[in-house]
């Protein structure tokens, strides 16, 4: 079946440490994006790639950082400049073009002991 | 870079009446796309409905429909004969797909919708 893989799903990491979150999809799409979630601030866009080994900022890239060497793989890493890295994460792809959906993967929750 | 603002962080509704849930955004683009995602309890995002700028008519989706106010920079999201399963997240998305950098969607901060038996 088609779809976007995330893992893993649970990730817990000590604080000065890095960590990379991955995200894979079959679908060939072109784009891709990873998102932060936390209560009450809705999804805020971390970055994002139209094209393999090219990459945006989105509006809080700040202590992240991301890879785009293959089409199907987009992964995150996480590193000990985010302060407050605590968090769900979420990738998504889509089709390049006008008005196509996103497809989600199922989420990360990273939490730092 | 558009900016979506959704005001209500949580809305409530009876099983079978209709509740209607508000978006604002601000792009300045002439053409866009809006969107509403439904994130519940499993936390899989789920595409509800969009609507393409340029089209003046409202998107439809069975229980689910769009006021779009292009001037207004508004677009609602009327569930008509709310059912248990529609209890989740709901997210507006706005998409500038002819920024240089690329397409680029942003999401506003959810509503919180509880139906009520």
């Known amino acids: 079946d088609g779809g976007i893989t995330q893992s893993p799903k649970y990730l817990f990491r000590k604080e000065g440490q890095n960590v990379t979150l991955s995200c894979e999809q079959n679908?060939?799409?072109?784009?891709m994006y990873w998102y932060r979630q936390d209560p009450g601030q809705g999804l805020r866009l971390i970055y994002y790639?139209?094209?393999?080994?090219?990459?945006q900022k989105g509006d809080i890239a700040e202590g992240y950082s991301v890879s785009r060497e293959k089409k199907e793989s987009f992964p995150l890493t996480v590193t000990s400049a985010q302060k407050n890295p605590t968090a769900f994460y979420l990738c998504a792809s889509r089709r390049r073009g006008l008005n196509t959906e996103a497809f989600f993967g199922q989420g990360t929750r990273l939490t730092v002991v | 870079a558009q900016t979506v603002t959704q005001s209500q962080p949580e809305m409530s509704v009876q099983e079978a009446e209709t509740v209607t849930l508000s978006c604002t955004y601000d792009t300045s683009e002439s053409d866009y796309y809006l969107f509403w995602y439904k994130q519940p309890p499993s936390r899989q995002m789920i595409l509800v409905i969009r609507?393409?700028?340029?089209?003046?008519q409202n998107a439809t989706e069975n229980r689910f429909s769009v006021n779009f106010q292009k001037a207004a920079k508004s677009f609602s999201l009327k569930i008509s004969d709310s059912q248990l399963g529609d209890a989740a997240m709901y997210f507006c998305a706005c998409d500038d797909p002819y920024e240089t950098s690329g397409s680029r969607l942003t999401f506003g901060e959810g509503t919180q919708l509880t139906v009520n038996p």
């Open positions: 609507q393409e700028a340029y089209k003046q």
């Open positions: 790639s139209q094209i393999v080994n090219d990459f």
């Open positions: 679908l060939n799409h072109d784009a």
